[in-house]
């Protein structure tokens, strides 16, 4: 047997790290800052232990930028570094001196725990140069050049400001718009506003105080109103807010806005930002979020996030996964606080939240069996019921096999005029008018206590039907008028009774093989099933005096109109029938 070592040839690794590191290049920034923070950071600390005086609000992480020359600048004030330093942390790499450092201070704060962070500078420029300085007494001015392979050179020189650390990229050609401000500016607020120390762009400071980590009980509802449009410049208020705040079983803190959903509202399926140690991370979570949860917006920080290197990693990472059920128990349970505290605000928040919980509910068992009792069905009166009381409602509509029906419309406009005569018979008519309810109400159904029927399907005429039949038409006139009625709409007529103020005739379809199509097809029109005509209607006794098929044409029409399927030409035409018919013309 031979044992060996491997060999690795570091001129060939380099650029492999460098351009593999990480996804974007913008990152370098965030890594720069994120070290001068560190620094910061380190220097508040040691000033504690070894009594030196540093006044707090002196210390700052300047970036400036020079187009003209090509560069940009990453100055810091912070605790700066000896030869040795340099050498053992910087000139390592995966090389860290976080480690040492927490354990030495007891100290949580820093972000920079795996000693690559530096190298990102090398996807953006051709040379970099390190001008540090240690808080350490006596210690050298040090200036660090590299070009990026594995020769540098070290050297004494003067840091005009003493203690500190100043990092000068050379950028590539390629990658020269780093030396625009305005680029700068954007990679700086984005990735590093909520940090605890002030960055300075171009002298003045983005730092912004993340509001998710102040206590709940302090704030208003103004101040996460405020917040909000802090994040979200120029978009509408949002319609609710939750604030996350647990340090157990994992921490975790956070500010959740729910939009307002209008059916014009373009949302945005990334607007849910990652945190760690105030540093922004992502807001690409993918998979990290229940779907349902993914058209959220707001901040979500949590200190149990691995700092991977890679930050694609994070979807694979076990304490992630588990962040997305953690929001989503949390969800529920504040909506359940303004329901039970505040029943008018919910309902009128559940126009907005409840697609969310809707989509959740058919999407995830385990959230279904908690969100249940926070949803609310909407009549067509507009009031709002929760299931348990909608269930009550529905006693009186029990079938003879058990189940109870649920009576819904989908387009109230179209169907308001039948879903009147159910609600004269006391029956609840809900609103199922948005793209999750076909599925939502198919989910209801699952447990097999609630039968939903659409007012103009089969099934829900026969709730308006008399039970006892007066038998208005003999038989023989009956056949005919089904018939001529077949003749003229192509459909399958049958009789019905209604009551004698019940409209000629009803367009109804078939519900189960209805909604399944709308499902398949995405809301295109499904054609009716059959035309019911009421038998107790004084107009076919008209017809059948007169013979005038204008009668059964009038009939059909009031079908239609009553469906919503009714076009314009039509209706002028019904309308001049209806003058003519009643006028004896
Ligand atoms: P990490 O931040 O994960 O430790 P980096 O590659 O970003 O890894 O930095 C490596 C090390 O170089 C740091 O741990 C720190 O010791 C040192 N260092 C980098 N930048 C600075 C700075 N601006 N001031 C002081 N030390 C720094
Ligand atoms: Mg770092």
């Given at each position: 047997?031979?044992?060996?070592?491997?060999?690795?040839?570091?001129?060939?690794?380099?650029?492999?790290?460098?351009?593999?590191?990480?996804?974007?290049?913008?990152?370098?920034?965030?890594?720069?800052?994120?070290?001068?923070?560190?620094?910061?950071?380190?220097?508040?600390?040691?000033?504690?232990?070894?009594?030196?005086?540093?006044?707090?609000?002196?210390?700052?992480?300047?970036?400036?930028?020079?187009?003209?020359?090509?560069?940009?600048?990453?100055?810091?004030?912070?605790?700066?570094?000896?030869?040795?330093?340099?050498?053992?942390?910087?000139?390592?790499?995966?090389?860290?001196?976080?480690?040492?450092?927490?354990?030495?201070?007891?100290?949580?704060?820093?972000?920079?725990?795996?000693?690559?962070?530096?190298?990102?500078?090398?996807?953006?420029?051709?040379?970099?140069?390190?001008?540090?300085?240690?808080?350490?007494?006596?210690?050298?001015?040090?200036?660090?050049?590299?070009?990026?392979?594995?020769?540098?050179?070290?050297?004494?020189?003067?840091?005009?400001?003493?203690?500190?650390?100043?990092?000068?990229?050379?950028?590539?050609?390629?990658?020269?718009?780093?030396?625009?401000?305005?680029?700068?500016?954007?990679?700086?607020?984005?990735?590093?506003?909520?940090?605890?120390?002030?960055?300075?762009?171009?002298?003045?400071?983005?730092?912004?105080?993340?509001?998710?980590?102040?206590?709940?009980?302090?704030?208003?509802?103004?101040?996460?109103?405020?917040?909000?449009?802090?994040?979200?410049?120029?978009?509408?208020?949002?319609?609710?807010?939750?604030?996350?705040?647990?340090?157990?079983?994992?921490?975790?803190?956070?500010?959740?806005?729910?939009?307002?959903?209008?059916?014009?509202?373009?949302?945005?399926?990334?607007?849910?930002?990652?945190?760690?140690?105030?540093?922004?991370?992502?807001?690409?979570?993918?998979?990290?979020?229940?779907?349902?949860?993914?058209?959220?917006?707001?901040?979500?920080?949590?200190?149990?996030?691995?700092?991977?290197?890679?930050?694609?990693?994070?979807?694979?990472?076990?304490?992630?996964?588990?962040?997305?059920?953690?929001?989503?128990?949390?969800?529920?349970?504040?909506?359940?606080?303004?329901?039970?505290?505040?029943?008018?605000?919910?309902e009128?928040?559940w126009e907005?939240?409840g697609?969310?919980?809707?989509?959740?509910?058919?999407?995830?068992?385990?959230?279904?069996?908690?969100?249940?009792?926070?949803?609310l069905v909407e009549t067509i009166d507009h009031k709002f019921l929760?299931?348990?009381?909608y269930?009550?409602?529905?006693?009186?509509?029990?079938?003879?096999?058990?189940?109870?029906?649920?009576?819904y419309?989908?387009?109230l406009?179209?169907?308001?005029?039948?879903?009147?005569?159910?609600?004269?018979?006391?029956?609840?008519v809900i609103k199922a008018d948005?793209?999750?309810?076909?599925?939502?109400?198919?989910?209801?159904?699952?447990?097999?206590?609630?039968?939903?029927?659409?007012?103009?399907?089969?099934?829900?005429?026969?709730?308006?039907?008399?039970?006892?039949?007066?038998?208005?038409?003999?038989?023989?006139?009956?056949?005919?008028?089904?018939?001529?009625?077949?003749?003229?709409?192509?459909?399958?007529?049958?009789?019905?009774?209604?009551?004698?103020?019940?409209?000629?005739?009803?367009?109804?379809?078939?519900?189960?093989?209805?909604?399944?199509?709308?499902?398949?097809?995405?809301?295109?029109?499904?054609?009716?099933?059959?035309?019911?005509?009421?038998?107790?209607?004084?107009?076919?006794?008209?017809?059948?005096?007169?013979?005038?098929?204008?009668?059964?044409?009038?009939?059909?029409?009031?079908?239609?109109?009553?469906?919503?399927?009714?076009?314009?030409?039509?209706?002028?035409?019904?309308?001049?029938?209806?003058?003519?018919?009643?006028?004896?013309?």
């Amino acid at each position: 047997m031979r044992t060996g070592t491997l060999g690795v040839n570091l001129s060939g690794l380099l650029p492999i790290i460098r351009k593999n590191l990480y996804t974007h290049s913008d990152v370098f920034l965030r890594e720069l800052i994120a070290n001068g923070v560190d620094a910061c950071q380190k220097l508040l600390r040691v000033s504690q232990q070894d009594n030196l005086q540093v006044p707090p609000d002196s210390l700052k992480v300047e970036i400036i930028a020079y187009p003209a020359r090509r560069q940009i600048v990453i100055r810091d004030n912070g605790v700066g570094m000896t030869e040795e330093e340099i050498e053992n942390f910087l000139t390592v790499i995966a090389a860290s001196s976080a480690r040492e450092f927490t354990e030495k201070y007891k100290e949580t704060d820093i972000i920079g725990f795996f000693g690559m962070g530096f190298y990102s500078a090398f996807m953006v420029a051709d040379k970099v140069e390190v001008l540090t300085q240690s808080y350490k007494a006596g210690s050298p001015g040090l200036l660090w050049v590299s070009e990026g392979s594995e020769n540098y050179t070290l050297q004494e020189a003067e840091r005009p400001e003493g203690r500190g650390t100043t990092v000068t990229l050379y950028l590539n050609k390629e990658y020269e718009e780093y030396a625009q401000i305005w680029k700068v500016r954007q990679i700086a607020e984005k990735y590093a506003r909520f940090l605890p120390i002030p960055i300075l762009v171009e002298g003045s400071s983005i730092n912004q105080k993340p509001l998710w980590r102040e206590h709940p009980s302090t704030l208003q509802e103004a101040d996460y109103q405020k917040f909000y449009r802090l994040l979200y410049p120029g978009e509408e208020e949002p319609a609710f807010s939750i604030h996350l705040n647990m340090d157990y079983p994992i921490s975790l803190q956070g500010i959740l806005y729910f939009p307002h959903l209008r059916p014009e509202a373009v949302l945005s399926p990334n607007a849910l930002s990652l945190y760690v140690k105030g540093m922004f991370i992502t807001d690409q979570l993918g998979e990290i979020l229940p779907e349902y949860l993914r058209l959220l917006y707001g901040v979500i920080e949590s200190a149990d996030v691995p700092l991977n290197v890679s930050r694609s990693q994070l979807q694979v990472d076990p304490t992630v996964r588990k962040i997305g059920q953690y929001i989503s128990r949390k969800v529920v349970e504040k909506l359940k606080e303004v329901l039970d505290k505040d029943r008018a605000r919910y309902e009128r928040l559940w126009e907005h939240v409840g697609p969310f919980v809707k989509y959740g509910i058919v999407r995830d068992e385990d959230f279904a069996k908690r969100a249940k009792e926070i949803c609310l069905v909407e009549t067509i009166d507009h009031k709002f019921l929760t299931l348990s009381e909608y269930e009550a409602n529905l006693s009186v509509s029990k079938s003879p096999k058990g189940y109870l029906v649920g009576f819904y419309v989908n387009d109230l406009q179209k169907q308001g005029a039948l879903a009147a005569l159910f609600q004269a018979k006391n029956y609840t008519v809900i609103k199922a008018d948005t793209v999750i309810d076909p599925y939502w109400l198919s989910y209801l159904e699952k447990e097999g206590k609630i039968r939903f029927v659409r007012v103009d399907s089969e099934e829900a005429s026969s709730w308006l039907g008399e039970t006892s039949s007066k038998g208005g038409l003999t038989l023989e006139e009956e056949k005919q008028i089904k018939e001529a009625l077949e003749r003229l709409t192509q459909l399958k007529v049958e009789r019905c009774e209604l009551s004698a103020r019940g409209p000629a005739a009803l367009i109804v379809r078939d519900e189960v093989g209805r909604r399944y199509q709308e499902i398949l097809m995405k809301g295109e029109k499904v054609p009716p099933s059959r035309l019911l005509f009421n038998s107790q209607h004084p107009l076919y006794k008209r017809y059948l005096l007169t013979q005038d098929k204008r009668w059964l044409e009038h009939a059909w029409d009031w079908a239609r109109l009553l469906s919503g399927e009714l076009q314009e030409g039509d209706l002028r035409k019904f309308l001049e029938r209806d003058w003519e018919l009643l006028s004896g013309a």
